[in-house]
């Protein structure tokens, strides 16, 4: 059975820091690039950033620039998303997914989601 278990999310002031994680099983994780996205209420998935199986190559949404630094761990089957300077527009469920193509950017890319974690920021 395909697992994503996203964790780390919490309530975080405005400038602070949240690392999470995205623990996963029943695929063979070094085959897959990992990616999250986020939901807010009223608003649609998006894209937020995905890393290639290899660790080579990543992308980050606009908004995540300069912010967010996604890794991953083969050894361990678990990929991260650090985020510094977090912003109240931050808020979110944010969800880790397991995708085919090299660097995912849509949800249309991914063949397995996790469940989220909740991210809120307060002003």
């Known amino acids: 059975e395909v697992q994503l278990q996203a964790s780390g999310g919490g309530f975080v002031q405005a400038g602070g820091s949240l690392k999470l994680s995205c623990a996963t099983s029943?695929?063979?994780?070094?085959?897959?690039?990992i990616g999250w996205f986020r939901q807010a209420p009223g608003k649609e998935r998006e894209g937020v950033s995905s890393?290639?199986?290899?660790?080579?190559?990543?992308y980050y949404a606009d908004s995540a620039k300069g912010r967010f630094t996604i890794s991953r761990d083969n050894s361990m089957d678990t990929a991260y998303l650090q985020m510094n300077d977090l912003k109240p527009e931050d808020t979110a469920v944010y969800y880790c997914g397991a995708s085919e193509v090299v660097i995912p950017t849509r949800q249309s890319h991914y063949e397995f989601w996790g469940q989220g974690t909740q991210v809120t920021v307060s002003a």
């Open positions: 029943g695929f063979t994780f070094d085959e897959y690039a």
């Open positions: 890393i290639d199986f290899s660790r080579g190559s990543t």
